[in-house]
């Protein structure tokens, strides 16, 4: 069962800007004016309801989103099996990694799953190995990225959007810049604009400081990262729950290889979809595609999947895991001295 479609009188202008938000926030000097203006508000109503949202706990942050890839990071998915008495100290030693930003419970043998990422100069495969080591883990599998076909979570904040609605996906594999070379600038870039951004008239004020930029050097700058596939947007990210999305689904798909590009890339376009990923099988794992997708209830983040299994995939063997509990979940911050001193003190190095 799918939800009514909206039509444009049922979206009001405040769920417009929630969801508008969450897209992309240009960077020019007045950026919630120019985004007022497109749904109907002023700037002075547009930043009250920002405000309004981030008091309530429902915005967690304003800031710009990385590939991690391009920067030179190297990330992946984890999935390990604990045993179920030692899972939650498990858990909370693997939480202790700087590189970890996510890590979940899930209703599986593969029991914990997480996402690191490490620094150029790291060796991503050693960290893991430490961490299966140091957390008492039976299994740990790297699941890494071998081709992103979408990626960017946007909640649709009206409840009114149908379950298959599609659209083009933002951000892809072709847009990744495996060779760029890293510059100062963009360190410093990074460093300022992955902090959380002021609910203000001009939010990027202090990193144009920070930086000795003016606003137009800044977005020059911003689109030269853009267009390298480093930088991907500066947007709102939600806290699902206080959002209203309390259910997450994973659900992980047996595509044949020979099918992976096609399936993948139809798979990418549902708009409930926000990160659909093909990964590396093992024995005990024959799941080529992972499809995220969230819910305000298990029945819709379950009907989603649905809707993909009825016009993608049917009768391919899939399987729906979902959170039982969250551990720890931030967006990665990149050049932390956290990290290396983690590096030091477990693995004898710097990286």
């Given at each position: 069962?799918?939800?009514p479609?909206?039509t444009?009188a049922q979206?009001?202008?405040r769920?417009?800007?929630l969801?508008?938000i969450?897209?992309?926030i240009?960077?020019v000097?007045?950026p919630?004016r120019v985004?007022?203006?497109?749904?109907?508000l002023?700037?002075?109503?547009a930043?009250?309801i920002l405000?309004?949202?981030k008091?309530e706990?429902?915005?967690?942050?304003?800031?710009?989103?990385?590939d991690?890839r391009t920067?030179g990071y190297k990330?992946?998915?984890?999935?390990?099996v604990?045993?179920?008495?030692?899972?939650?100290?498990?858990?909370e030693i693997?939480?202790g990694?700087?590189g970890?930003?996510?890590?979940y419970?899930?209703n599986?043998?593969?029991n914990?799953w997480?996402?690191i990422?490490?620094?150029?100069?790291?060796d991503?495969e050693?960290?893991v190995?430490?961490?299966?080591e140091l957390?008492?883990?039976?299994?740990?599998?790297l699941m890494?990225t071998?081709?992103l076909?979408?990626?960017g979570?946007?909640?649709?904040?009206?409840?009114?959007?149908?379950?298959n609605?599609k659209?083009?996906p933002q951000?892809?594999n072709?847009d990744r810049?495996?060779?760029?070379?890293?510059t100062d600038l963009?360190?410093a870039f990074v460093?300022?604009?992955?902090?959380?951004?002021?609910?203000?008239?001009?939010p990027y004020?202090?990193?144009?400081?920070a930086?000795?930029?003016s606003?137009d050097?800044v977005a020059?700058?911003?689109?030269?990262?853009?267009e390298?596939?480093a930088l991907r947007r500066?947007?709102a990210?939600?806290r699902?729950?206080?959002?209203g999305f309390?259910f997450?689904a994973?659900?992980?798909w047996?595509?044949?290889?020979?099918q992976v590009?096609?399936t993948g890339r139809r798979?990418?376009?549902?708009?409930?979809v926000?990160?659909c990923?093909l990964?590396?099988?093992y024995?005990e794992?024959p799941?080529?595609?992972?499809t995220?997708?969230?819910g305000?209830?298990?029945?819709?983040?379950f009907?989603?999947?649905?809707?993909?299994?009825?016009?993608?995939?049917?009768?391919l063997?899939h399987?729906?895991?979902?959170?039982?509990?969250?551990y720890?979940?931030i967006r990665?911050?990149?050049?932390?001295p956290?990290?290396?001193?983690w590096a030091?003190?477990?693995l004898?190095?710097?990286?």
């Amino acid at each position: 069962m799918t939800a009514p479609a909206p039509t444009p009188a049922q979206v009001t202008p405040r769920e417009q800007l929630l969801n508008r938000i969450q897209r992309d926030i240009p960077i020019v000097q007045r950026p919630y004016r120019v985004i007022a203006e497109e749904v109907g508000l002023t700037e002075a109503e547009a930043l009250g309801i920002l405000r309004e949202v981030k008091a309530e706990g429902v915005l967690r942050q304003v800031s710009a989103i990385f590939d991690t890839r391009t920067l030179g990071y190297k990330s992946s998915l984890v999935a390990a099996v604990y045993d179920e008495d030692h899972l939650d100290a498990g858990a909370e030693i693997v939480n202790g990694h700087p590189g970890v930003s996510h890590n979940y419970k899930r209703n599986h043998a593969f029991n914990l799953w997480y996402t690191i990422a490490v620094p150029p100069e790291s060796d991503l495969e050693a960290h893991v190995q430490k961490l299966h080591e140091l957390s008492g883990a039976r299994v740990t599998r790297l699941m890494p990225t071998l081709h992103l076909f979408k990626i960017g979570v946007e909640f649709d904040m009206s409840g009114k959007e149908d379950w298959n609605a599609k659209a083009a996906p933002q951000y892809t594999n072709a847009d990744r810049n495996i060779g760029y070379g890293v510059t100062d600038l963009d360190r410093a870039f990074v460093l300022e604009f992955q902090k959380d951004l002021s609910v203000t008239e001009e939010p990027y004020a202090d990193a144009c400081a920070a930086l000795g930029l003016s606003i137009d050097e800044v977005a020059v700058h911003a689109q030269k990262m853009k267009e390298a596939g480093a930088l991907r947007r500066v947007s709102a990210v939600f806290r699902h729950q206080k959002a209203g999305f309390t259910f997450n689904a994973m659900g992980v798909w047996a595509v044949p290889q020979e099918q992976v590009a096609e399936t993948g890339r139809r798979m990418a376009e549902f708009k409930a979809v926000s990160h659909c990923y093909l990964r590396p099988t093992y024995p005990e794992w024959p799941y080529t595609i992972f499809t995220m997708v969230h819910g305000r209830s298990k029945e819709e983040a379950f009907g989603k999947i649905a809707a993909i299994e009825r016009e993608v995939a049917p009768g391919l063997d899939h399987a729906i895991l979902y959170s039982t509990k969250e551990y720890k979940k931030i967006r990665l911050e990149f050049y932390k001295p956290e990290f290396y001193q983690w590096a030091k003190d477990n693995l004898g190095t710097e990286s």
